[in-house]
């Protein structure tokens, strides 16, 4: 075993190219664990030095032995950079141009150049690094909530101390659809260690408290089980996920769920009757979104750019909690239409086919949550993208390469059948 | 070809015009109705405090009736607040902050003038109880339709004190004035039937707010905690913000008062700080308007940091009492004639199309909008008068264009599927 691993090992580090690229997928897992909680001091420094790091290392990857590729990724990514300049233009606030979305841009491109030289499998263990990063920061969670989480205690909504809990839970729920998904495709005893980190990742995203998250990922792994079956497979699931479902409200009745069972009966009052407790959350919400609504009706085009919601939501400075009325009124139809094509995109190229549940999943549980909490400028957005994009099969790969020989920088028109591996 | 040119270009011209017709007619029906003038007033008064360099003040005074000479408080409470003004990013709306020999004082007081206050109604007492720690004893600074609004974590701290009800029952109980009342409600009609209200939380330590204690008109209500005092907030509101007052003005920061049915009918001053409260007297006046005690004698005066009085105030005056949210009917029916021509007319040319052409014709009108925004945008910055770029590009124009442009898609997507 030991000896396996030192060959293993030697293999890795025998040259300079396959030890930077050991590193920058060892770093991985790091960046995961730091960009759950780059909200928060000191996190945020160490995620930014963190991501600093790989974006180095994988240009320097890139420019010693490979090339730089733009492509459709980087056309969709750059336009919507520009739909927020524009609409920062407009607004006459470039110098409140948000940093964060243009560097994270950047970091999404860089690590495109990187993930397009991986073969299949490498991507797919890109996903497994991430959810590694997933369980080291569960462990952390568990270390640095250990009395609550012990007696579960749900109505607590842990997690503050990392990042908004919302936001937490929506990172635990993408790990616990990419933990289904390997639980689903990985055979022999490596799925214990999957149905172990999906239960895991589903306590804690239990223990934020954060509903939205709980109802999205309801729909989610139901269509991720409809997906990826077939025939007479489908019937069993059906009967699966119904009993799943009584099994959920089942264990609703259990008294540590009272907080769900508390919430989930105030929205149904809030909709269906007219007396009862109503969830204030969701009505907030709701008036939260008609603002944002009203401010995208009074500047369609290019909206108020970036930040400004906040100043016309009741005084709350609060965002929108919805992605698409941020969008429409930050950035106008412009920023919009640019996000939501650089999210569908891949979802559409990868739809149905073989070994793409992956991209397919990961990226559509980010665009259903849209509906709850901003996610265009959150980090995890631009690790998933770029992967969604990296798995797309193109049949005719037409795309601009950037390379250096002879001290030279060459920029050439190129079209491959495959992607660039052989190259 | 040239008979081909001629007609391409008909076609365009047609397209142009049908467009500009139906843009200029959609933003004519909005200008025409009255609450558009007052939402392009406040956008304009938002625009103008975003663009001023110092934008921590922008006061606002609502009086009913009679003028008390609210000006002169206005100054005053403006020193104090410049005094403050280092210390906090943001104000609260009838929030007085002070910091005086190591006190960190925040007062709520309503009623700034001695000549006439809001009396008996001013404050629905009603108690709500909801999971966990949210039993509490609101008071909820505002009415629709008679109605005590239910007070939770997010809209309680709108609307003004936060208290626990089982420690107000006990005060209450202990206190000889509630002996005549049976029920908690009537004694704290009671309690509030004095002249001025005033909700006090005082802590010694800044950092560490062991020591926070509530008042009302100066009777002690309760220290041990409220809701956003628990010690879970307390937690988390320090680890975020760092400092835990901040906790405090978070919550507090809007007590949406300006809401009060009988604020209004009873005749009030209220001096306010609308920076960062601009959805408050939006909803005020969406809400407040439409009612008829705020017709006659509403009286708003908006200033600027120097005291000086905004443009909006007399829009926003003169439209309070003549309030209607009809427009003009004729120019939304020129409007539709106009976008179902163009409609049609994509029918009618459809044939002697092609691909690119379909394309640039769908697209036509939307570049239209799109540079009209442009210059909506530009003249926002260079012009003066906001105002009236906000009234004539309104967003009742903008919303029957995007739903005339919606339905024309869908119009090219039918007809080119299924005809």
């Given at each position: 075993?030991?000896k396996?691993?030192?060959?293993k090992?030697?293999?890795?580090?025998?040259?300079l190219e396959?030890?930077l690229k050991?590193?920058?997928?060892a770093?991985?897992?790091?960046?995961?664990f730091?960009?759950?909680m780059?909200?928060r001091?000191?996190?945020?420094?160490?995620?930014f030095?963190?991501?600093?790091i790989?974006?180095?290392?994988?240009l320097?990857?890139?420019i010693?032995?490979h090339?730089?590729?733009f492509?459709?990724f980087?056309?969709?990514?750059g336009?919507?950079v520009?739909a927020?300049?524009i609409?920062?233009?407009t607004?006459?606030?470039?110098i409140?141009?948000p940093?964060?979305?243009?560097?994270l841009?950047?970091f999404?491109?860089?690590f495109?150049q990187?993930?397009?030289?991986?073969?299949?499998?490498?991507?797919?263990n890109v996903?497994?690094?991430?959810?590694l990063?997933g369980?080291?920061?569960?462990?952390y969670f568990i270390i640095y909530?250990?009395?609550?989480?012990?007696?579960?205690r749900?109505?607590?909504r842990?997690?503050?101390d990392f990042?908004?809990?919302n936001?937490?839970?929506?990172?635990?729920?993408?790990?616990?659809?990419?933990s289904?998904i390997?639980?689903?495709?990985?055979?022999?005893?490596?799925k214990?260690?999957?149905?172990?980190?999906?239960?895991?990742?589903l306590?804690?995203?239990?223990?934020t408290?954060?509903?939205?998250?709980?109802l999205?990922?309801?729909?989610l792994?139901?269509?991720?089980?409809?997906?990826?079956t077939?025939?007479?497979?489908r019937?069993?699931?059906?009967?699966?996920?119904?009993?799943?479902f009584?099994l959920?409200?089942v264990?609703l009745q259990l008294?540590?769920?009272?907080?769900?069972?508390?919430r989930l009966?105030n929205?149904?009052?809030?909709?269906?009757?007219?007396?009862?407790?109503?969830d204030?959350s969701?009505?907030e919400?709701t008036?939260?979104?008609?603002?944002?609504?009203?401010?995208?009706i009074?500047?369609?085009?290019f909206g108020?750019?970036?930040n400004q919601?906040?100043?016309?939501t009741?005084g709350k400075d609060?965002?929108?909690h919805?992605?698409?009325?941020?969008?429409?009124?930050?950035?106008?139809i412009?920023?919009?239409?640019?996000?939501?094509?650089?999210?569908?995109?891949?979802?559409?190229?990868?739809?149905k086919?073989?070994k793409?549940e992956?991209a397919?999943?990961s990226l559509?549980?980010?665009f259903?949550?849209?509906?709850?909490l901003?996610?265009?400028?959150?980090?995890?957005?631009y690790?998933?993208?770029?992967?969604?994009f990296?798995?797309?099969?193109?049949p005719?790969y037409?795309?601009?390469?950037?390379s250096?020989k002879?001290?030279?920088?060459y920029?050439s028109?190129k079209?491959?059948?495959e992607?660039?591996?052989?190259? | 070809m040239?008979?081909?040119?001629f007609?391409?270009?008909l076609?365009?011209?047609?397209?142009?015009?049908?467009?500009?017709l139906?843009?200029?007619?959609?933003?004519?029906?909005?200008?025409?109705?009255s609450?558009?003038?007052?939402?392009a007033a406040?956008?304009?008064?938002?625009?103008k405090?975003?663009?001023?360099?110092?934008?921590?003040f922008?006061?606002?005074?609502?009086s009913?009736s009679?003028?008390?000479?609210?000006?002169?408080?206005?100054?005053k409470?403006?020193?104090?607040?410049k005094?403050?003004?280092?210390?906090y990013?943001?104000?609260?709306?009838?929030?007085?902050?002070?910091?005086?020999d190591?006190?960190?004082n925040?007062d709520v007081d309503y009623g700034?003038?001695n000549e006439?206050?809001?009396?008996?109604?001013?404050?629905?007492?009603s108690?709500?109880y909801?999971f966990?720690?949210m039993?509490?004893?609101?008071?909820?600074l505002?009415?629709?339709d008679?109605a005590?609004?239910?007070?939770?974590?997010?809209?309680?701290?709108?609307?003004?004190?936060y208290?626990?009800a089982s420690?107000?029952k006990?005060?209450?109980?202990?206190?000889v004035?509630f002996?005549?009342?049976?029920s908690l409600?009537e004694?704290?009609q009671?309690?509030l039937?004095d002249?001025?209200f005033?909700?006090?939380a005082?802590?010694r330590?800044?950092?560490?707010n062991?020591?926070?204690t509530?008042s009302?008109?100066?009777i002690?209500?309760?220290?041990?905690?409220s809701?956003?005092?628990n010690?879970?907030?307390?937690?988390v509101?320090?680890?975020i913000?760092g400092?835990?007052s901040k906790?405090?003005e978070?919550?507090?920061?809007?007590s949406?008062?300006?809401?009060?049915y009988?604020?209004?009918?009873k005749?009030?001053?209220?001096v306010?700080?609308?920076?960062?409260?601009y959805?408050?007297?939006?909803?005020?006046f969406?809400?407040?308007?439409g009612?008829d005690?705020?017709?006659?004698g509403l009286?708003?005066?908006l200033?600027n940091?120097q005291?000086?009085?905004?443009?909006?105030?007399d829009v926003?005056?003169?439209?309070?009492?003549?309030?209607h949210t009809?427009g003009?009917?004729?120019?939304?029916?020129l409007?539709?004639?106009s976008f179902?021509?163009l409609?049609?007319?994509?029918?009618?040319?459809?044939?002697?199309?092609?691909?690119f052409?379909k394309?640039?014709?769908?697209?036509?009108?939307?570049?239209?909008?799109s540079?009209g925004q442009?210059?909506?945008n530009?003249?926002?910055?260079?012009?003066?008068?906001r105002?009236i770029?906000?009234?004539f590009f309104?967003?009742?124009g903008?919303?029957?264009f995007?739903?005339?442009f919606?339905v024309?898609?869908f119009?090219?997507?039918?007809?080119s599927?299924?005809?």
């Amino acid at each position: 075993m030991f000896k396996k691993l030192t060959i293993k090992m030697k293999a890795k580090f025998s040259s300079l190219e396959t030890t930077l690229k050991s590193i920058i997928f060892a770093l991985i897992p790091l960046m995961t664990f730091f960009l759950i909680m780059s909200d928060r001091k000191p996190y945020n420094s160490l995620a930014f030095i963190l991501y600093g790091i790989e974006t180095l290392l994988i240009l320097f990857f890139i420019i010693k032995y490979h090339k730089f590729v733009f492509d459709v990724f980087s056309l969709l990514l750059g336009f919507f950079v520009l739909a927020v300049l524009i609409s920062q233009l407009t607004n006459f606030t470039l110098i409140d141009f948000p940093r964060t979305i243009l560097l994270l841009s950047i970091f999404g491109i860089i690590f495109y150049q990187f993930l397009i030289t991986l073969n299949e499998e490498e991507k797919h263990n890109v996903y497994k690094l991430i959810i590694l990063g997933g369980i080291f920061f569960a462990i952390y969670f568990i270390i640095y909530y250990f009395d609550d989480v012990i007696h579960l205690r749900f109505n607590e909504r842990l997690g503050g101390d990392f990042s908004d809990q919302n936001d937490l839970a929506k990172n635990l729920a993408t790990f616990v659809i990419l933990s289904e998904i390997f639980i689903i495709k990985v055979k022999g005893k490596n799925k214990i260690i999957y149905i172990i980190s999906t239960f895991l990742f589903l306590v804690l995203m239990l223990l934020t408290g954060s509903i939205s998250n709980l109802l999205v990922l309801i729909v989610l792994s139901a269509a991720l089980l409809f997906y990826m079956t077939k025939g007479k497979q489908r019937i069993f699931v059906t009967i699966a996920i119904f009993a799943m479902f009584l099994l959920f409200i089942v264990s609703l009745q259990l008294p540590f769920m009272s907080y769900f069972r508390t919430r989930l009966i105030n929205m149904y009052n809030l909709v269906f009757s007219e007396s009862g407790k109503i969830d204030h959350s969701f009505l907030e919400r709701t008036h939260l979104a008609m603002y944002g609504l009203r401010l995208f009706i009074s500047k369609p085009i290019f909206g108020y750019g970036y930040n400004q919601v906040q100043f016309y939501t009741m005084g709350k400075d609060a965002f929108s909690h919805n992605n698409f009325i941020e969008l429409l009124a930050s950035f106008g139809i412009l920023g919009f239409a640019a996000f939501e094509i650089l999210l569908l995109y891949p979802i559409i190229k990868n739809w149905k086919k073989q070994k793409k549940e992956l991209a397919v999943f990961s990226l559509l549980y980010i665009f259903v949550f849209q509906i709850f909490l901003i996610v265009f400028r959150k980090k995890i957005e631009y690790f998933l993208i770029p992967l969604a994009f990296s798995l797309i099969d193109y049949p005719i790969y037409k795309c601009y390469t950037l390379s250096f020989k002879n001290k030279k920088i060459y920029f050439s028109k190129k079209n491959y059948s495959e992607p660039l591996l052989s190259e | 070809m040239k008979n081909k040119r001629f007609f391409l270009g008909l076609m365009f011209v047609v397209n142009s015009l049908l467009s500009i017709l139906g843009i200029s007619f959609s933003y004519l029906y909005g200008a025409s109705k009255s609450s558009t003038t007052a939402y392009a007033a406040l956008m304009s008064l938002d625009a103008k405090v975003k663009s001023q360099e110092n934008t921590n003040f922008l006061h606002g005074s609502l009086s009913y009736s009679p003028s008390p000479g609210s000006v002169k408080e206005y100054n005053k409470l403006l020193d104090l607040q410049k005094k403050t003004k280092g210390k906090y990013r943001y104000y609260n709306s009838f929030l007085v902050s002070s910091n005086e020999d190591g006190f960190i004082n925040y007062d709520v007081d309503y009623g700034t003038t001695n000549e006439v206050y809001a009396k008996t109604n001013l404050l629905q007492v009603s108690t709500f109880y909801d999971f966990h720690f949210m039993e509490s004893l609101g008071l909820p600074l505002f009415r629709f339709d008679d109605a005590p609004i239910k007070i939770t974590a997010k809209n309680g701290a709108d609307l003004g004190a936060y208290i626990s009800a089982s420690q107000a029952k006990e005060i209450v109980n202990n206190d000889v004035r509630f002996a005549e009342y049976e029920s908690l409600e009537e004694a704290f009609q009671k309690l509030l039937i004095d002249d001025t209200f005033t909700f006090t939380a005082s802590s010694r330590e800044y950092k560490n707010n062991t020591d926070i204690t509530f008042s009302v008109n100066g009777i002690y209500l309760d220290n041990a905690h409220s809701y956003m005092f628990n010690d879970y907030q307390k937690k988390v509101q320090t680890k975020i913000y760092g400092d835990y007052s901040k906790s405090f003005e978070f919550w507090f920061k809007d007590s949406v008062i300006t809401f009060s049915y009988d604020i209004f009918s009873k005749g009030s001053t209220y001096v306010f700080d609308i920076r960062k409260n601009y959805g408050n007297l939006d909803q005020f006046f969406n809400s407040v308007i439409g009612y008829d005690y705020a017709m006659t004698g509403l009286n708003i005066s908006l200033y600027n940091e120097q005291g000086l009085i905004y443009e909006e105030t007399d829009v926003l005056n003169s439209m309070s009492n003549e309030y209607h949210t009809s427009g003009n009917i004729i120019f939304l029916f020129l409007a539709f004639s106009s976008f179902f021509a163009l409609i049609f007319s994509f029918q009618y040319f459809y044939e002697k199309m092609t691909p690119f052409i379909k394309i640039a014709y769908i697209l036509l009108p939307f570049a239209i909008f799109s540079f009209g925004q442009i210059i909506f945008n530009l003249l926002m910055v260079f012009k003066i008068e906001r105002y009236i770029l906000y009234q004539f590009f309104n967003s009742i124009g903008n919303l029957i264009f995007l739903i005339a442009f919606l339905v024309s898609i869908f119009n090219v997507f039918i007809w080119s599927n299924y005809v």
